[in-house]
């Protein structure tokens, strides 16, 4: 993975669950290297207790990395809130319960590393406006963020929410 390769923004989930199941940093950590042993874990950052707050997790092989943040307070708690009431009908008694008693979460942010252009086009970056769109991705492979996000949900017993679907994902 060369210096100037760039992080391009690709997805966020959340891990929803009640503050009281934070994790400390290095249950993180160490969940995460035996999900996956050639995760990489970049700027972990704890509260004074050993709480996680954040850390970076880069996969080279998949060519992505994923930003954990933990985010809790009253507006966490006002949009669990909101979800819950939209998603009432669909949720079975105990995740609706889940929703509505979570205060806390972890955001993971799904990045694509991809090479710096400096400014200068190669032939092959060239768009082909016939080609597949679906080409573009072809080098995203999405077992980091699966495996994050599995990780971090089994370890806080928490909901995983893809804010983009509006679904709460089994």
């Known amino acids: 993975m060369a ?14 669950f009640p503050q009281k199941r934070r994790p400390t940093l290095k249950q993180v950590s160490t969940a ?4 996956n042993c050639r995760f990489q874990i ?9 709480l996680i707050e954040s850390l970076l997790v880069e996969s080279p092989e998949d060519h992505a990395a994923v930003e954990i943040s933990y985010e809790v307070g ?12 939209e998603l009432r009908e669909d ?9 509505i008693i979570a ?21 092959d970056a060239v ?20 495996t994050v996000v599995e990780t971090l949900a089994s370890l806080t017993g928490g909901l995983t929410f893809d804010p983009s679907s509006g679904e709460i994902l089994a």
């Not at 210096?3 to 929803?16: A, K, M, V």
């Not at 970049?42 to 050993?50: K, T, Y």
């Not at 082909?128 to 995203?140: C, I, N, R, T």
């Open 3 to 16: 210096e100037n390769d760039e992080l391009y923004w690709r997805e966020t989930y959340f891990i929803l």
């Open 32 to 35: 995460l290297a035996n999900a």
């Open 42 to 50: 970049e700027n972990p950052s704890s509260d004074p207790a050993g």
């Open 74 to 85: 009253d507006a966490i708690i006002e949009q669990n809130l909101a979800w819950a009431k």
């Open 91 to 99: 949720l079975a008694p105990n995740q609706l319960q889940e929703l």
């Open 103 to 123: 205060d806390a979460r972890l955001d993971v942010a799904h990045f694509e590393r991809m090479a710096a252009s400096n400014g200068v086009v190669s032939e």
């Open 127 to 146: 768009h082909d406006e016939f080609a597949d769109p679906e080409d573009d991705y072809d080098m995203l492979d999405p077992t980091c963020l699966l």
